[in-house]
């Protein structure tokens, strides 16, 4: 038992895991583009009832094509700011 005990010990790593951080940000960011996709299909929705396309929503947003792009595919969040001019542009809440 001691002999095994000491094998353990000589393996052993000398800095400690991370496996659990490391578990805890995959799990939150599997909740952030959940939540970003949500914000997408609701403002894809809402485009297509209104007849507005990505680059005429990017013009009025006052952001580049390729940032709302990103929102579109509900690989990013938009920002607090954003999402304030998205929901008065598109006439609708977002939620997520």
Do not use: V, Y
Not at 19 to 36: H, M, P, V, Y
Not at 47 to 68: C, H, P
Request: no cysteine; net charge positive; charged share 35%.
């Amino acid at each position: 038992m001691n002999n095994t005990t000491e094998k353990i010990r000589m393996f052993q790593s000398s800095s400690p895991s991370q496996w659990r951080r490391n578990a805890e940000k995959r799990l939150a960011n599997q909740e952030e583009r959940r939540n970003a996709r949500k914000i997408a299909m609701q403002m894809l929705d809402a485009m297509e009832k209104q007849g507005i396309t990505e680059s005429e929503l990017a013009k009025l947003l006052k952001i580049n094509n390729e940032e709302l792009s990103s929102i579109l595919k509900g690989h990013k969040l938009p920002s607090s700011d954003i999402k304030t001019d998205i929901e008065s542009t598109l006439k609708i809440k977002l939620r997520s």
